[in-house]
């Protein structure tokens, strides 16, 4: 299976918008915002990426592209 290409924030928001992300081989600035990665799954669902990051290993983050519905709980 063929590597994902490495992408910006933009251009990983243009392709999966409101979407859970898991990337791996990413980058965060100074404040720990993601400014680039491989997204190696995405889905509407954040069950589906967290049952993703049982397959796989590494270095990965979690990324939301849409904003957190306000009766959804974050644990950081």
Do not use: Y
Not at 52 to 71: I, M, Q
């Amino acid at each position: 299976m063929a590597k994902q290409p490495l992408l910006t924030k933009e251009k990983i928001k243009s392709k999966n918008p409101n979407q859970w992300l898991l990337i791996q081989d990413f980058e965060l600035d100074a404040a720990t915002t993601l400014r680039k990665g491989r997204v190696i799954a995405h889905s509407k669902n954040r069950d589906e990426i967290h049952r993703a990051l049982k397959k796989h290993r590494g270095n990965l983050c979690v990324h939301l592209t849409g904003t957190v519905a306000p009766d959804t709980g974050i644990i950081f």
